[in-house]
């Protein structure tokens, strides 16, 4: 996968008190909530690109620090098999999970045309 490829689309960031990082997301940085499922987790539109706020242990594959970057990709299926496909650690309809050398999670997502 060539670096001009992806796009970076979004960034998430888990939070044990989620209500409490909505309020300064929203309240002291001034950002619009773009959609929320309650007490899962809150996104907000940021420029270009998304902040997500989720809550810990909402999903069953936890980042080591507890962040995510999210990349959009033109093809999804030739990335992952110029990155090897043996590096996916979970994956769906548009979109896999692979791992960074410290396990953060690195979410490439199909492009949407």
Avoid at 11 to 32: N, Q, R, V
Avoid at 51 to 79: H, I, M, Q, W
């Amino acid at each position: 996968m060539r670096p001009n490829d992806a796009r970076l689309a979004g960034i998430e960031l888990y939070f044990d008190d989620l209500a409490a990082a909505k309020k300064f997301y929203s309240e002291t940085l001034g950002l619009e909530i773009a959609g929320e499922e309650s007490g899962h987790h809150v996104q907000f539109q940021s420029g270009a690109g998304f902040v997500c706020l989720e809550r810990k242990g909402a999903e069953s594959y936890p980042s080591k620090d507890k962040a995510a970057l999210f990349f959009e990709v033109r093809n999804l299926d030739a990335a992952l098999s110029a990155i090897g496909n043996e590096k996916v650690v979970q994956a769906g309809r548009g979109w896999a999970v692979l791992h960074d050398p410290e396990e953060h999670n690195i979410l490439l997502l199909q492009k949407s045309s």
